[in-house]
């Protein structure tokens, strides 16, 4: 019984401190990849992408999608206040990987192995697909301001993508230098 507390316990410290890490993340990434950004809300290289699929992939669907609405929370609160626009974006961001995780699974009628780029590339682009499409949507529903043109959606996909896999790449080693597959 101590041994399951001792892990419940863990697992909640987890959540909130994968949610800082993602909003930190951002925040670097909007800062230091400003170069890359073609839109306020589209840039060529964002590193969050990755960190929304490893927020499911680590701590598991829930979890995962708790952390990253999390911090998406934390990211709205600094950013341009608490809105209905922003909980929607967060609802976007945290549906991406869950979609994609579910796409991969029933394809493939397993989860996505850490260790296998093609698993991490496969699930990524169908992640990178969703989160575009799905942001994109809501944002033409409700707020068409956030669209700089058309191919945004085009744009965002590729940004994602890009940090991503470069997320991604540096999980699969670090999972194998480490030996760290999940059991």
Known sequence: MIR???VFMLELLLIPLFALL??????????FLAFAEI????????????????NVLLLGKFRGTLATALGG???????D??????????????????????LFERIHGRPVS?????????VTVVYCAANAGVHHMVWT????????????????????????????????WTVSRFQLQRR
Do not use: T
């Open 73 to 79: 929370m934390l990211l709205m609160q600094g950013l």
């Open 22 to 31: 993602f909003s930190l993340v951002h925040v670097a990434s909007v800062n």
């Open 114 to 122: 850490l260790i296998s780029l093609k698993d991490l590339a496969l």
């Open 4 to 6: 399951f507390q001792q």
């Open 141 to 172: 529903i409700f707020d068409p301001r956030q669209l700089a043109s058309p191919e945004m959606v085009l744009w965002m996909m590729l940004g994602d993508l890009n940090g991503a896999l470069i997320g991604a790449y540096a999980l699969k």
């Open 81 to 102: 206040g608490i809105n209905l626009i922003g909980f929607m974006n967060v609802a976007c961001s945290a549906s991406g990987p869950l979609l994609a995780l579910w």
């Open 39 to 54: 839109s306020p809300h589209v840039s060529l290289i964002y590193l969050p992408a990755f960190f929304r699929l490893l």
